[in-house]
Every structure is written in structure tokens, then in C-alpha cells.
């Protein structure tokens, strides 16, 4: 029973410290967000793995509705369609999978939000650098001491610890902390 109490205080304690250091950046994040789409823009969403997995979870939270009924809020993960996966990686390399959907379907002033546990993953970090290109604007969730992405990111906001279960634990709270801005401010 202690072993999951030390699990628990530990996931809070990282929480209570990026309450502390990132609360500016993440409103900054959703409030660039907002501004993107009340512009007209979209939000675009990718990661790899588990991070894959908040980024379809932001995404659907947006399109569908967070804690409240609302117009759908245009938000795409780019790892949820298959074909243009396997065709990607089959064709061009797996380091190829999100950079080339930016080249796609980004437009200038959309929004591209990375979770990226470790910030070093190739295909984040081209897709990250094609969409500077772009104009569409960067954020990045990352973690330990966000590797390459950060230096290629617009805002990045670096959840300060090693441990990759608890880096994800606060990605998707700050994922949902930014849903509700999104959702509130849109509302205004």
C-alpha cells in the first residue's frame, strides 16, 4: 500500500512544482490556441506511443466537448490515420510521419502541439522545424529536459522530471487544463 501512496505523492509533487513554474506558459499555450482558432485556424496534434494517445485524447476533447456544449473546436491528431502512417513510413521513413502531413494540411497561423516525453523523437522534431517554416505556430509538452524540440519549438513547456509515467501524467492534465481555457474563452 505504501509503494502505491509514494506513486501518488510523487505524480502530485511534479504537479504542485509545474503549478508553480509552467502555470504562465500554459495559459500562454491555450491562449495562443484560442487565438489561432477564433482566427479561423486549427489545432494540430501529434506524439509517439503513449504520447500519441493524449494527443488523440486532446483532440477529441476539442472536436467533441470538454465540460461543456459548444461549437466543435477544429482539432486533428495526425497518428490516427493508418494508411497515411504506414504509407509515410513504408515510403519516405518513419521520421517522415508527421512532417509531412504539416506540409499537407497546415495552414499559417494554425497551431502544432507536440507531447514528446523525451523531446528527441526525429519525426517530432521535423515535423516541429516544417511548420516554423510554415508560420504554424510550435508548442511542445515535453519533458526531462525537453531535448532537441525545444530549441525548435515556439513555446516549450518542460515538465522537470525523468520518470516518463509521471511526464505523461501531467501532459494530459495540462492537456485538459488547456481544454477548458480553449472551451471557456471561446465562449466569450
Known sequence: MQRVKNFLNDSADLKYQVAETLSEKILEAALLIKESVAGGGKLLLMGNGGSAADAQHIAAELVGRFKKERPAIPAIALTVDTS?????????????IFSRQIEAIAQKGDVLLAFSTSGNSENVIR????????????????????????????????????????IQEVHITIGHIICEIVENELEE
Do not use: Q, W
Open 127 to 166: 515535423a516541429l522545424k516544417r511548420a516554423n517554416d510554415m508560420e504554424v505556430h510550435t508548442i511542445a509538452l515535453l519533458g526531462k529536459e525537453g531535448g532537441v524540440a525545444k530549441d525548435h519549438v515556439r513555446l516549450a513547456i518542460v515538465v522537470p522530471s525523468d520518470d516518463t509515467a509521471r
Open 84 to 96: 497515411i502512417l504506414t504509407a509515410l513510413g513504408n515510403d519516405y521513413g518513419f521520421e517522415t
